[in-house]
C-alpha cells in the first residue's frame, strides 16, 4: 500500500522527506541509506539526498512505498 505525505512547500529534499514521514529516526541515518543506494525515487535509485521530491513523486523504502502529495 502506498501511503500519501502531504506537503505544504514547492518540493522536499529526499533527506528530509525521509525524516518527516517517519521512515528514518535522523539525518545521518538518511544520509547514509540514500548513499548505500537503498531508496528509490520514481522506480529508480537514487543517490543524491537533497533529490527535490515534487508532487506525485513515488519514494521507496525498504517495503515502504510514499507518495508525495
Known sequence: MIKEIKITTEY???DQFLKFNGAVSNG???K???AEGLVKVNGETELRRGRKLRT???VKY???EFVVK
Request: hydrophobic residues 45%.
Open 12 to 14: 522536499i529534499k529526499l
Open 28 to 30: 545521518g541515518e538518511a
Open 32 to 34: 547514509i541509506l540514500i
Open 56 to 58: 506525485n513523486d513515488i
Open 62 to 64: 525498504k517495503n515502504d
